[in-house]
């Protein structure tokens, strides 16, 4: 029974080159035969060389000055069969590829042509549709995308179909589906063509070490502006202190037209600039202030930033104006005083024995006294106090005597002492409160 030892394998060749498809049967019988495209190909010297019937079972065709046109394609071995019971031979379909060495490949932005070394200016965001095609290469290229280093080939889509300009070729056409954003601003995209017919790069294994072309567009992508604060105001500002609050543009494409700073809670525009500046700042200007840059794309985020002026209390009400009350009335002392921090407030009174001696009486705005009576009489203050920059600031009210008036009431005091004889003395005090 006839078969195949050795079958042709899918082989490159370069134009003009000769080459041979190895095809041996063992126990020949029928006559060999080669279908080139499913149409049988005769012995033609100088062109296509084998034997009808070798004795060593030796089919292989030899091919020669090999070009595109004539020889590129589908080629099958076949053996007749020699008897009705003998089934003829027929090797796997095998290609023979004539090498054609593709186009340097080309990029489009849909299918506008993109001019090699260019500018492509896209906004961030934004979806773009870009082509690499090369086309007129046999078999076709093998195209890959990249940002700067970055392969990104696994984002694209090739298709290969018969280049219709030039018989037996191919075009290769990949697309690429991206959305760029600012990271991707002068980066370079570029297509690269890799074909057999471009030699070797050996430290490429991804593309099995074939040569490339390249075309490549840089990146001009446009995005709004991002801003920080280049100087935060300080923990604590006191009035009168100079305040300069500095917002930075860190990236912008196109550059910043204008910086503007808003003041929440005022309508429209309170300053101009990258610089906002107070001389001697006052409490009128403790607030959330916030700036934002522009340019043509649009503007960045509004970055609030809170001003918050501290100055020392300042009593601003001492009630009431009246400081005369009967006795067992119901008596409020209130004081008002601003700062900032908001001041804790203390009522005092003084001392009768000693008046350089304050004494706490209350801890609150107001002072109530209940059912007022002559030992509530006396003279008093409020304090405020703040802490600013860990220093206490103190503002002192003016100072309230109290009166407390009604009719006179008899105290007594019954007081026992013994002598030193054994005896006891008996000391009786009246006190008059008026």
């Known amino acids: 029974v006839q078969k195949f030892i050795e079958e042709p394998k899918d082989t490159e060749v370069n134009p003009g080159e000769n080459v041979t498809l190895r095809c041996v049967v063992l126990n020949r019988s029928g006559d060999c035969a080669w279908l080139k495209d499913g149409v049988a190909v005769g012995r033609i010297p100088d062109k296509y060389v084998f034997k009808r019937s070798p004795k060593d079972g030796d089919c292989s065709v030899q091919i020669l000055d090999t070009t595109l046109e004539e020889d590129d394609g589908s080629w099958q071995c076949q ?29 489009q932005d849909g299918t506008r042509p993109l001019t090699p070394g260019s500018n492509f200016t896209t906004k ?22 990249f940002l700067d280093s970055q392969d ?41 063509a890799y074909h057999v017919t471009y030699g070797k790069v050996v430290e490429d294994p991804e593309a099995e070490g074939l040569g490339h072309r390249d075309v490549a567009v840089t990146l001009d992508v446009k995005y709004p502006p991002e801003i920080k604060y280049d100087r935060n105001p300080p923990e604590e500002v006191e009035e009168n202190d100079t305040l300069t609050l500095s917002c930075e543009v860190t990236k912008a494409n196109p550059p910043v037209e204008s910086v503007t700073w808003r003041k929440i809670g005022q309508s429209g525009i309170y300053a101009r600039g990258r610089i906002l500046e107070f001389p001697s ?65 203390t009522w005092l009174r003084q001392n009768e024995k000693d008046p350089e001696k ?24 409020c304090d405020a106090r703040n802490m600013i920059r ?13 009166v407390i008036q009604g009719k006179p009431t008899l105290r007594t005091n019954l007081g026992w002492t013994r002598n030193s004889d054994g005896s006891r003395s008996a000391e009786l005090v009246c006190t008059v409160d008026s």
């Open 124 to 145: 961030a965001g934004k979806s773009s549709k870009f082509q690499c095609v090369s086309g007129k290469g046999n078999p076709p290229a093998f195209l890959r995308w």
């Open 152 to 192: 990104v080939s696994q984002l694209a889509t090739q298709t290969n179909i018969t280049d219709e300009k030039k018989p037996h070729t191919w075009k290769a056409l990949s697309v690429l589906n991206y959305t760029f954003n600012k990271t991707d601003n002068g980066k370079q995209l570029r297509c690269g």
């Open 358 to 381: 304050w004494e706490i009486q209350g801890q609150n705005r107001t002072l109530t006294i209940e059912n007022a009576s002559y030992s509530n009489s006396g003279v008093y203050r």
């Open 390 to 402: 860990s220093e206490q600031r103190t503002a002192k009210s003016r100072e309230i005597r109290l």
């Open 79 to 107: 053996v007749t069969q020699t008897s009705i019971d003998e089934e003829p031979l027929a090797s796997t379909n095998v290609k023979l590829v004539v090498l054609e060495s593709p186009h340097p490949p080309s990029l």
């Open 281 to 345: 700042i006052l409490r009128a200007d403790s607030g959330v202030y916030s700036c934002f840059a522009k340019n043509d794309v649009g503007k960045s985020p509004e970055i609030p930033v809170t001003v918050d002026v501290k100055f020392p209390p300042k009593i601003i009400r001492v009630e009431p104006p009246t400081t005369t009350f009967n006795i067992n009335e119901v008596i409020n002392l209130q004081c008002e005083a601003e700062g900032n921090p908001a001041p804790e407030i």
